[in-house]
């Protein structure tokens, strides 16, 4: 069903009403991180929900309280709901011991996504870091089902340790995709390490890439992206090609909370993908 | 009736006032005297308003005290703005139930549905108004609307009060918000020693003057009023100096005045909660004992709490010396990016009410200082 068929006004839909769905799947990616398929109880929500690449819903857990979490599944799909989740916290701790069958609260979607239109027909980089790229996965799955409309796909990914390398089959996986790189690396490798040792800023010096015609997607700690942004720029990417996923204490989901504030921005809002020549005086800062 | 009239109330008259908006079903608030200072209060009779009182505030006080005996709005303001009546401090948002259908069990929610009391407040200052506007704005004017917010807002009626003198810790005029109610009131009141001078802002404002059937005002009181109110402006001591804003605080991020003052201030939250444009928010979960029922509560929740700046594992904002970066970056600069104008109203709550004397003004002003 089309979104103008939805009984319900956006500000309705997304604002404080949150709405039951069940978990219809849940698959293990690491011990501690799982993809949670959802799926809502009432059928005119199920219908009318539409979200964009890089949104997020904030889940809710009976009697526990509110997450926000980045929808990975494809957006032209809109009826299959999944959320990858790490427990980290309160909230993520309970839903990691959620089942399939169990009931938890939907409300969103909310913010601004990757520029996945944007980024058609161009060469696409992708830049993540650390632990949770979870954020960025959904994207770069949207890029490889619709493969023809995109230039060439770069995927650099750098963590400290080889342990701390999760998807590791999906790397494999996008590594056989047509015009497509995955680029590796660890700054404390062990010895069976088969990629670059060093950060992740290194592997930019031993690509070659168009500049003029690259849009660039990261994810991960804020100041490597911060760094890397910095030595993209001085490599001619124009610092309005470059989108960055910030991360704050998002609450409410709609900008009126307050805990999320990036300078002038609300990161719920006006994120949490942000583009860099908005965002580049306020990373790596509290204000 | 002429808009824009200005009509004369004798002192004796501000009970037919109060008679007025009792009898049209209002529950009426009015600056009454409790605990040292003066708080929103229900008002029967004019003679529960602090007659022959006025107040003195300074960094980290504020004190009652004797004044002219023939004035009853002396007292400029207490710690609570309009903001409690309008976006209350704890507001029950929805309930939660794990209910079973046919052996399956479920949760679903009730949410609250938005209703307000009709409430006629007597003494809002126009600092006030401007900062019931900027919540109006923040609240009601984005993409998304707070229900609860516009509920309580338009049940709400206002009777303005001009500020005939200024605190030492009123600062209005150098933020363009007061001492005199332009617009934003039902009724707005000038004090003077024998009689006030009242004004109609709204339908049910002109409405309310026509029934008291009340002589127009001489020109020479008008006058005096205006007078009055000009002076209570130029006696302000305290002024922010907007020019380069929001940019130049932002690039004081730096500044070695934000360690001096993390070094005063404990993070009690006291200016967050006084101030009347402060709009931050955290909703609470209060599920019962046999976990079939939670409720949602959203509190006011400030910046210099804690948890304001945490995710997973970090804190954006650790110390007091990031929490008050961010309070008065946000309050007077990016929130000139956000909303228009600057989140400061110049009431000087956050100044009198701060336990250590804090004067916001003056930090302010060494922070626009080169280091």
Redesign the interface.
């Known amino acids: 069903m089309s979104s103008e068929a939805c009984p319900y006004p956006?500000?309705v839909m997304?604002?404080?009403?949150?709405?039951?769905a069940r978990i219809i799947e849940k698959r293990e990616e690491t011990p501690d991180i799982h993809t949670y398929r959802l799926q809502f109880?009432e059928k005119e929500i199920a219908d009318c929900f539409a979200f964009a690449g890089g949104q997020f819903n904030m889940l809710?857990i009976?009697?526990?309280?509110?997450v926000p979490i980045s929808i990975v599944s494809d957006p032209e799909n809109a009826h299959i709901l999944d959320h990858t989740i790490r427990v980290?916290?309160r909230v993520?701790e309970v839903i990691g011991r959620m089942d399939v069958g169990d009931?938890?609260?939907v409300r969103g979607p909310f913010g601004k996504g990757w520029p996945l239109e944007e980024a058609k027909s161009k060469d696409v980089l992708v830049v993540t870091g650390g632990l949770g790229c979870a954020p960025v996965v959904g994207a770069i799955e949207y890029m490889f089902r619709r493969r023809e409309q995109y230039g060439h796909i770069r995927i650099m990914h750098g963590v400290k340790t080889p342990r701390d390398l999760l998807y590791r089959e999906r790397f494999d996986q996008w590594r056989k995709e047509p015009n497509t790189e995955v680029l590796l690396a660890s700054d404390q490798p062990e010895k069976t390490w088969r990629y670059h040792t060093g950060v992740i800023t290194e592997l930019f010096d031993i690509v070659e890439m168009d500049p003029t015609n690259t849009i660039c997607m990261m994810c991960g700690p804020e100041i490597m992206m911060k760094l890397a942004a910095r030595r993209l720029t001085q490599r001619g990417l124009p610092d309005n090609a470059l989108y960055l996923s910030m991360?704050?204490?998002m609450?409410?989901g709609?900008?009126?909370?307050?805990?999320c504030?990036i300078?002038?921005y609300?990161s719920c809002?006006d994120g949490p993908v942000m583009r860099y020549d908005l965002i580049a005086?306020?990373l790596a800062?509290?204000? | 009736m002429r808009a824009g009239t200005i009509f004369r109330l004798e002192k004796s008259g501000l009970d037919r006032l109060l008679s007025s908006l009792i009898q049209q079903g209002f529950r009426t608030l009015a600056p009454i005297e409790r605990d040292g200072t003066v708080m929103w209060d229900v008002i029967e009779s004019a003679a529960a308003l602090p007659w022959g009182r006025r107040e003195s505030q300074q960094p980290g006080c504020y004190r009652l005290e004797k004044g002219d005996a023939n004035r009853c709005f002396d007292v400029v303001n207490g710690p609570q703005s309009l903001k409690s009546l309008t976006f209350v401090s704890r507001e029950k948002?929805?309930s939660?139930r794990?209910e079973a259908d046919a052996g399956v069990?479920?949760?679903?929610?009730y949410?609250v549905r938005p209703e307000a009391e009709k409430i006629a407040v007597l003494g809002a200052r126009a600092c006030d108004l401007a900062a019931l506007a900027m919540q109006e704005k923040?609240?009601t004017q984005?993409?998304?609307?707070?229900?609860f917010f516009t509920a309580r807002r338009d049940s709400l009626l206002i009777v303005a009060v001009n500020c005939m003198r200024s605190a030492d810790t009123c600062f209005c005029a150098s933020m363009d918000t007061g001492p005199k109610a332009i617009s934003g009131f039902d009724l707005a009141m000038t004090e003077l020693d024998a009689a006030f001078l009242i004004e109609a802002g709204s339908e049910i404002g002109s409405a309310i003057l026509a029934e008291l059937s009340l002589p127009v005002a001489e020109v020479g009181e008008i006058e005096a009023a205006a007078a009055a109110i000009a002076a209570a402006a130029a006696s302000q001591k305290r002024a922010i100096d907007q020019h380069g804003l929001?940019q130049a605080l932002?690039d004081a991020?730096n500044h070695p005045q934000w360690d001096d003052v993390a070094g005063r201030c404990l993070s009690c939250t006291n200016c967050t909660m006084v101030c009347p444009t402060c709009?931050?928010?955290?909703?609470e979960?209060v599920?019962s004992l046999d976990?079939g029922e939670?409720e949602r509560f959203r509190s006011w929740?400030s910046?210099f709490s804690p948890?304001?700046?945490?995710?997973?594992?970090k804190n954006?904002?650790p110390t007091t010396r990031?929490r008050y970066?961010?309070w008065m970056?946000?309050k007077l600069g990016?929130w000139i990016?956000?909303f228009d104008a600057s989140g400061c109203v110049g009431c000087g709550r956050c100044i009198s009410w701060c336990p250590v004397g804090i004067d916001l003004v003056e930090e302010y002003s060494k922070v626009r200082e080169e280091p």
């Open positions: 956006a500000d997304r604002s404080n009403q949150i709405h039951p109880e809710y009976f009697g526990v309280g509110e980290v916290g993520t009931v938890m609260g991360e704050r204490n609450q409410c709609i900008g009126l909370c307050g805990h504030q300078g002038p609300f809002r005086p306020f800062r509290d204000v | 948002l929805s939660v794990r069990s479920k949760i679903n929610f949410p923040i609240l984005g993409e998304y609307a707070d229900p929001p932002f991020h709009f931050c928010h955290a909703v979960e599920p976990r939670s929740d910046c948890e304001h700046g945490y995710i997973h594992g954006m904002r990031e970066r961010m970056t946000h990016a990016d956000q």
